[in-house]
């Protein structure tokens, strides 16, 4: 991916132990291909291609469900954190000209070090999380999304089409967006 945007809902009031991972993409040499999570104080932490940004957007744990996305743009290295639809922090000359590797492994929960693998305890992610869903363009209608819009699954990963393998979760909810 040249370019892409990563959505998920969670809710949580875990502090953590350093960082806690949402949501991690790993090929072969690049283990934080793609990675998005939070540090201690509830600001949300990005890598591509194994570069980190830290957003200083803040609060993931603060025990509320929220809305967040990523996007990002080799073109200029653009990218915008988004929250409940809204963004809130953006910047330029982030990993301008990389492109993230096709052919990865999607982990829900937890960062890898190796693809598909090497975890670390204590750097799970503790509480809720769904509706997650990633597109290979930064040109999504994320504020629809947030609101459960018509555009709303990715054609990277779609929440409803994605085949999902489930680990020691205590519960299983499919969507809020389906939640009637
Ligand atoms: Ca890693």
Aim: glycine share 10%; hydrophobic share 40%.
């Amino acid at each position: 991916m040249t370019a892409m945007t990563a959505c998920l809902r969670a809710k949580t009031a875990f502090t953590g132990n350093d960082e806690s991972y949402l949501l991690s993409y790993a090929v072969p040499l690049k283990d934080n291909a793609f990675l998005l999570g939070y540090k201690k104080n509830g600001a949300i932490v990005l890598y591509v291609f194994n570069a980190i940004k830290d957003t200083s957007v803040s609060k993931v744990h603060d025990g509320a469900w929220h809305h967040w996305c990523f996007s990002w743009n080799n073109r200029g290295g653009k990218w915008t954190v988004y929250k409940d639809g809204m963004p809130a922090a953006a910047g330029t000359g982030f990993q301008t000209d990389k492109t993230i590797p096709a052919n990865g492994v999607w982990i829900v929960g937890q960062d890898q070090d190796t693809v598909g693998g090497g975890f670390v305890a204590s750097q799970a992610y503790v509480g809720d999380i769904t509706s997650i869903n990633v597109w290979n363009t930064d040109n999504v209608n994320v504020a629809a999304v947030a609101s459960c819009g018509d555009n709303f699954g990715g054609n990277v990963i779609s929440w409803y089409a994605v085949t999902k393998e489930v680990h020691e979760l205590s519960t299983y909810r499919e969507d809020f967006c389906k939640v009637t």
